[in-house]
């Protein structure tokens, strides 16, 4: 297993002239006890050397072992955060084939964080002690990992004690360590040298310092290490022209260096310096590519030897700090050296060694299209498929601008402009690159054939233009050669559950004869999927309609289709909508079944990339029950938002599914506020992207919460939008499926337009239909407001609504009702629907059951 161990997981080496430091191992040591260690301070103030000291300290006792990661801005994605976590955990029992295998098994990046939990699960007991450093945590910002780690971190043995380094304060999803656990905090104060370390350090040095000259390098420095190992490369002289104050340390290091160092070293090293600058870290071979030095590896050592700010992290790998990398870069802008080709020759080492986020940083700075292009197409090609790694590799991917120059001259580069901007939901750089990208096309056809698959797909999710509108266009679409008729693009479905809602929109597949010429068009582009996907389509739009019988044969045919597709992602769908029928079915037997099948699919397939969907789509049921513990556990998974909110950068399409999940467990849970807020970034998010069917949930959500909350004009009003948005195409089941959520509000607009003076534009035979497929779900499920609690007002009925509640109290019908009391039988109805209403009731036995328990009727005779 040490062979899986990278250099990252090595630690640097301790400079060859470093103080010990005992009063500050003293305050580390006295944290025993402690399972985590967090060490916060800023740049140049000697936490890694701090770490690195400890460290051996703690391994001088042979049955205790120190581990060490050094993290960097490309591990901020789960999977290669917790690939390397879990590669160092194996390193500890390399025999141990069980945490070998889930550490290599493919579909770790999948599911990292819960691959990584099964890996410690099976850590075996022994008698070592660990110190484990995750260095440079400050990199780390994925919201993903920041609220996974404590999860993580706490299923360690408690024969493991935990060092953080950060130059910042703890994130808030990493503060419950501190408050579960005991966790020591070590402060720059803490690592500032005091007088006798100083004097120490400068013996070693070669250098006796009296008390004043002592007194005052603690006062230019303020004590930080980084300012007091350039005075010790020096003279008091030197110090003496730099006065070094903490605020100010990085301004004042580059000019003391500078004036004091730079022009002391010889034409050869600044220009290996210079050169080596361009890339954060490097190995002997990079550095030799870089400079055409062939002892590269020599110069750096000697570097190291010399404490000339260089640290080297196991055999092979060297890193600047980054303050004299700050300094190195700035005279490289200033100097001759051309750096584009130096960018280039580091883009085609990284792009070799396959690491691709790193090779496109360099890439993009040279400003070689060419590299550009290479780099992308891998990247697209072999990155993992789960769409949240996706999403945070792309946001790494594009953390370099592509000048509007390099674009234009190689216009296939706004598509990775495009997914940068959709992962964000930034819709106007989303719709100005799908506008360069057709402009563009022929040129793209021509000169750059390989992403031309790619540009066509993107085109095709123009929510901008109808889908009869893109059919037309497929006609004057450069035709696409593709290797054995295979569906090669990354992803169609977005890995949505249900493919009518996935990549767009694709309700207008129900308008008559639309559906039939996808042959011409669609076709042409998912190729060997295309048969499975029409007919999941089918499906989905005839059960929205809530033809169930049709619905059914198109899904079983899907099944069926799925057998000659090798998409995970298309057959995850086929499964989801033939389930989704059965749902509608009220089978309870074959719904199970078909969720057992899906979730041996995902299984045996090694698709851990559909295990957010699957979960929140079996969830979904759960939640149709108001059920408290399925909404809890749904809010607590890693990959939700501390509260259930939507985050700065608003709604992800490829999360809107889990994210109307997000807001029904806020219901059931009775948090309305949260609940709000994330139906309101639904809306607009649905609006921005055009996707009626979103639109029409997230208003069906929003009248369930409202009526819930006693605020029924606008819950109606709520409502009212949806039924419009699904009335033209005749969709049911989107509103239908809230059942006991809807029925009420269903009734008082049913009511609302079936009277004379109504001139509003819905139909009356539409929501009668809406209103009787929701109250048959209502009979199954309690519906997600079941458990919302009630304001609490005394129900007020009128003269006129008690009169008919105690009549159907003894017995009589609506239409007896209005024989006695000579009123219209629409009146009567009328008076009974607003008692219900008020009541919160469905039907006249629970009606006239609440009014007793109210006090509300002066009689007891039974129905």
């Known amino acids: 297993m040490l062979s899986l161990v990278n250099e990252k997981c090595i630690p ?23 399972r985590f260690i967090y060490i916060v301070s800023p740049a140049g103030s000697g936490k890694t050397v701090t770490a690195l000291l400890w460290n051996a300290a703690f391994e001088q006792n ?25 590669t160092v955990l194996c390193s500890t029992q390399p025999d141990n084939e069980n945490m070998r295998s889930l550490c290599t098994d493919p579909a770790f990046s999948s599911s990292p964080v819960e691959y990584t939990v099964r890996l410690i699960s099976e850590l075996q007991p022994d008698e070592c002690l660990y110190a484990l450093t995750l260095d440079d945590l400050h990199l780390i910002h994925n919201p993903d990992i920041l609220k996974s780690l404590p999860i993580v971190l706490k299923r360690l043995p408690r024969s493991f004690v935990v060092l953080l380094l950060s130059r910042n304060e703890a994130p808030q999803p990493l503060r419950v360590l501190f408050s579960d656990e005991k966790t020591a905090f070590i402060t720059a104060d803490a690592l500032r040298f005091s007088v ?85 870290e490097m190995t002997e071979t990079l550095a030799a590519m870089l400079t055409g030095r062939k002892d590269a590896g020599r110069v750096l050592r000697e570097l190291c030897a010399s404490n000339t700010f260089v640290s080297q992290a196991g055999k092979d790998l060297f890193r600047y700090h980054h303050l004299f990398l700050d300094f190195l870069r700035d005279m490289a802008k200033e100097s001759s050296i051309k750096l584009s080709p130096l960018y280039k020759a580091a883009a085609k080492y990284y792009l070799d060694a396959k690491q691709y986020l790193i090779a496109r940083h360099y890439a993009v700075q040279s400003g070689d299209g060419d590299i550009i292009l290479k780099v992308i197409y891998q990247f697209n090609q072999y990155t993992n498929p789960l769409l949240d790694e996706y999403a945070a590799y792309s946001k790494l991917f594009n953390r370099d601008v ?94 949505l559950p249900f493919l009518h809602r996935s990549i767009r929109d694709f309700s207008e597949l129900a308008d008559d004869g639309l559906l039939e010429k996808l042959d011409r068009s669609f076709a042409l582009l998912l190729y060997d999927l295309y ?35 090798q998409s995970p992602e298309i057959i995850f769908c086929a499964y989801n909508h033939l389930s989704a029928v059965y749902l509608a079915m009220e089978d309870e037997a074959l719904f199970k079944a078909e969720l057992s099948e899906t979730e041996l699919f995902i299984e045996q397939s090694g698709a851990r990339f559909l295990d957010r969907n699957f979960l929140a789509w079996k969830t979904k049921i759960l939640l149709l029950d ?54 309101m970034a639904l809306i607009q998010f649905a609006k921005d992207y055009r996707r009626p069917m979103d639109l029409a949930e997230a208003y069906t959500l929003k009248a369930a919460l409202e009526w819930a909350c006693g605020n029924r004009t606008e819950a109606a009003a709520s409502l009212e939008e949806a039924l419009l948005e699904l009335q033209g195409r005749k969709f049911i089941r989107i509103i239908a499926d809230e059942g006991a959520a809807v029925v009420p509000i269903l009734k008082r607009i049913s009511a609302s337009i079936s009277t004379e003076n109504y001139s509003g534009n819905l139909s009356r035979y539409y929501v009668s239909e809406v209103l009787l497929a929701a109250h048959k779900v209502s009979q199954q499920h309690r519906g997600i407001t079941a458990n919302f609690k009630k304001s609490g007002k005394p129900v007020k009925l009128s003269k006129q609504q008690k009169k008919m509640l105690e009549l159907l109290a003894k017995g009589y019908r609506n239409q007896e009702i209005a024989n006695l009391s000579g009123l219209a039988l629409p009146t009567v109805k009328g008076h009974l629907m607003l008692a219900y209403e008020k009541l919160e009731v469905n039907n006249a036995m629970d009606a006239v059951l609440k009014a007793r328990e109210l006090g509300l009727l002066r009689i007891t005779a039974a129905l």
């Open 12 to 34: 640097a080496a301790l400079p060859e002239s470093c103080i010990q430091r005992q009063e500050l191992m003293k305050k580390l040591f006295l944290t025993k006890g402690n």
């Open 196 to 280: 006798m370390e100083l004097k120490t350090y400068f013996q070693g040095l070669g250098r006796n310092l009296t008390d004043d000259e002592a007194d005052f390098i603690l006062m230019a420095t303020g004590g930080i290490a980084i300012g007091i190992n350039a005075i010790a490369k020096n003279s008091m002289a030197a110090a003496t022209n730099a006065i070094i104050r903490p605020e100010k340390t990085e301004y004042v290091f580059a000019n003391y260096i500078r004036e004091q160092l730079w022009e002391n070293w010889d034409e050869k090293l600044r220009s290996f310096l210079l050169k080596t600058s361009v890339v954060d």
């Open 531 to 565: 048969k499975t996907a029409q007919l999941c389509m089918m499906s989905a739009l005839s059960l929205e309609k809530n033809r169930i019988d049709e619905a059914l044969e198109y899904a079983l045919q899907a099944k069926e289709a799925v057998k000659d597709i």
């Open 626 to 679: 108001a059920n408290k513990k399925a909404a809890e556990d749904w809010l607590d998974n890693y990959f939700i938002s501390d509260d259930g909110s939507v985050p700065p950068e608003r709604v992800p399409l490829y999360k809107i599914f889990q994210y109307f999940i997000t807001a029904r467990a806020c219901i059931v849970l009775n948090r309305g506020d949260r609940a709000l807020s994330v139906i």
């Open 62 to 86: 042979p049955q205790q072992r120190a581990l060490w990661i050094s993290l960097d801005t490309y591990d901020n994605v789960p999977s290669v955060f917790y690939k390397l976590f879990s």
């Open 402 to 495: 592509l000048p509007k120059k390099i674009c234009d001259m190689h216009p296939y580069l706004y598509t990775s402009i495009m997914e940068g901007a959709w992962i964000s939901s930034d819709t106007k750089t989303v719709e100005h690159s799908w506008d360069k990208l057709r402009h563009y096309l022929p040129t793209i056809a021509l000169k750059y054939p390989k992403m031309l698959e790619t540009v066509i797909l993107e085109l095709a999710v123009d929510y901008r233009k109808s889908l009869a509108q893109l059919i037309v266009s497929f006609n004057k679409l450069p035709i696409i050669n593709r290797p054995g008729g295979k569906y090669q693009v990354s992803t169609f479905s977005l890995q």
